[in-house]
């Protein structure tokens, strides 16, 4: 395929121990580098050209001044299209980003919403990016995603919106993300059953101390059965 330059990924998402510290995954740097490396191999799939922003190039205080600053940067760069997406969404892949990137220049905006009622990626015109009024936005707030389209709502352009994903933010959405086993990579899965199941046993061990002869099972959150390969 193809691909012009007019349009370039940002990929916003901090580093491995920043984002393990940041979500409180006590020992997560394993897991958030491989879903970084993750992220990052299927940027590269879409030959797409890309930017990682981590926390050592972001600037500003407060979550949407470095997330709007950063997407500024890359239409400074001469980029008439950017499509903004963290490391958390492992369901995410390639063909989503070429889904965005073919709606983008068929005119429309795209978003990929989240089960928490955020959005995954976000592919926008330079035209319809107001820094201002993006800074006033919710972010990191459960109506980010209802905010976000009506203000897109009010431009020229229609909004063309991806299936709906989970990101990775708590236990709770790597237990629930254990239910995907066909959109996720099964190093991911295996990684994400491992930190569970030893995130859950130091749990289990300090709220009832050491045991004889008995092992604990998870039946909801950190199941070794929820996450079964194969």
Do not use: C
Not at 115 to 135: A, C, E, I, Q, T
Not at 149 to 174: A, C, H, R, W
């Amino acid at each position: 395929m193809n691909l012009t330059k007019n349009t370039a990924i940002l990929i916003f998402a901090r580093s491995a121990k920043a984002d393990a510290q940041q979500k409180k995954f006590v020992n997560g740097e394993r897991l958030f580098d491989a879903l970084t490396k993750e992220t990052l191999a299927k940027v590269k799939r879409s030959k797409l050209p890309y930017f990682h922003s981590t926390e050592v190039e972001q600037q500003g205080t407060t979550f949407g001044e470095r997330f709007v600053n950063a997407i500024q940067a890359v239409y400074d760069q001469g980029y008439d299209h950017v499509i903004t997406i963290g490391n958390d969404s492992p369901q995410l892949k390639t063909k989503h980003l070429l889904e965005a990137y073919q709606q983008l220049q068929l005119g429309n905006t795209v978003l990929g919403p989240t089960f928490d009622g955020g959005f995954y990626l976000m592919g926008l015109h330079r035209s319809k990016f107001n820094p201002h009024v993006f800074l006033r936005l919710p972010w990191q707030r459960f109506g980010l995603f209802h905010s976000i389209s009506k203000l897109l709502e009010g431009s020229s352009s229609d909004i063309y919106s991806l299936p709906t994903f989970t990101e990775v933010d708590s236990l709770q959405d790597l237990s629930t993300l254990g239910n995907f086993i066909q959109s996720v990579s099964e190093h991911l899965l295996l990684l994400m059953h491992q930190f569970l199941a030893k995130t859950y046993g130091l749990l289990t061990a300090i709220l009832h101390g050491p045991t004889s002869g008995h092992q604990e099972t998870f039946k909801n959150k950190g199941s070794p059965s929820f996450l079964r390969i194969g």
